[in-house]
């Protein structure tokens, strides 16, 4: 009698195993507008005095090992606070008055409008030493624009605040996002700094590039290259 043997296993296929995958999104967490879009510095929030403020540096010339009584310091701590005063004016800026300002009269024009090489300083809020560098910014405007100088100048206000080169791009992106309502935005910020350059690893020259895109710069890879392609143009 003929008996037949069948295998428990199944046949092996020689076809490769499907693997599935899922793609999950990704977008940048938004900024509250509470954070960035008023005067950092409130009216009613205490601060030291002026002359609290000459005090303390005072006490960091002490700590260095120098004589704050020498005659080429005696005038040392006045001028600190004031130019403290000038780099982190920004304190006491409010954005949303920058570009609340804007103008109808454009024809139409239905193309981003892009301000590059926006030269500014910053200090970095970890060392408290200068970053600089260019920032270039783009928009798509809904009807209607803003001043171009108006973007300089935002960039300005949230520079001379304490930084990190992620949250200045962050922020100018959301500000203009929040305030002139347009189809997109993009900011890209270069930058060398100093607590990089001159201190800890001492590497002169490294630049560090932070992006930030929304709307239809975020969704459409196309207008990014764009965008980029005019900021890195033969021009420069």
Same mark, same amino acid.
């Given at each position: 009698?003929?008996?037949?043997?069948?295998?428990?296993?199944?046949?092996?296929?020689?076809?490769?195993?499907?693997?599935e995958?899922?793609?999950?999104? %990704?977008?940048?967490? #938004?900024?509250?507008?509470?954070? &960035?879009?008023?005067? !950092?510095?409130? +009216?009613?929030?205490p601060?030291?005095?002026?002359?609290?403020?000459e005090?303390?540096?005072?006490?960091?010339?002490?700590y260095?090992?120098?004589?704050?009584d020498?005659?080429?310091?005696?005038d040392?701590?006045?001028?600190?606070?004031?130019a403290?005063?000038?780099?982190?004016?920004?304190y006491?800026?409010?954005?949303a008055?920058?570009?609340?300002?804007?103008?109808?009269?454009?024809?139409?024009?239905?193309?981003?409008?892009?301000?590059?090489?926006?030269?500014? %300083?910053?200090?970095? #809020?970890?060392?408290?030493?200068? &970053?600089?560098?260019? !920032?270039?910014? +783009?928009?798509?405007?809904?009807?209607?624009?803003?001043?171009?100088?108006?973007?300089?100048?935002?960039?300005?206000?949230?520079?001379?605040?304490?930084?990190?080169?992620?949250?200045l791009?962050a922020?100018?992106?959301a500000?203009?996002?929040?305030?002139l309502?347009?189809?997109?935005?993009?900011v890209?910020?270069?930058a060398?700094?100093?607590?990089m350059?001159?201190?800890?690893?001492?590497?002169?020259?490294?630049?560090?590039?932070?992006?930030?895109f929304?709307?239809?710069?975020?969704?459409?890879?196309?207008?990014?290259q764009?965008?980029?392609?005019?900021?890195?143009?033969?021009?420069?």
């Amino acid at each position: 009698m003929d008996a037949a043997i069948k295998s428990i296993r199944p046949a092996k296929s020689n076809e490769p195993k499907k693997v599935e995958t899922r793609v999950v999104e %990704t977008r940048p967490a #938004e900024l509250d507008p509470s954070e &960035f879009l008023a005067a !950092a510095v409130r +009216a009613d929030q205490p601060r030291p005095s002026r002359a609290e403020a000459e005090q303390a540096v005072l006490t960091l010339l002490s700590y260095i090992g120098e004589d704050p009584d020498r005659e080429g310091l005696l005038d040392t701590p006045r001028r600190v606070v004031e130019a403290f005063d000038e780099l982190y004016q920004g304190y006491h800026q409010c954005p949303a008055e920058v570009l609340d300002r804007t103008f109808g009269e454009t024809a139409g024009y239905d193309d981003f409008v892009l301000v590059r090489d926006i030269e500014f %300083t910053s200090q970095c #809020e970890h060392h408290m030493m200068p &970053f600089y560098g260019k !920032a270039h910014i +783009a928009y798509t405007p809904v009807g209607r624009v803003v001043g171009l100088s108006k973007l300089a100048r935002l960039t300005d206000i949230f520079a001379r605040r304490l930084q990190t080169q992620e949250h200045l791009t962050a922020q100018i992106a959301a500000a203009i996002d929040e305030i002139l309502k347009p189809r997109g935005v993009a900011v890209l910020i270069e930058a060398e700094h100093t607590c990089m350059s001159v201190r800890g690893v001492a590497k002169h020259g490294a630049s560090t590039f932070t992006s930030r895109f929304t709307g239809m710069f975020r969704d459409n890879p196309a207008e990014q290259q764009r965008f980029l392609s005019l900021v890195r143009g033969p021009t420069r």
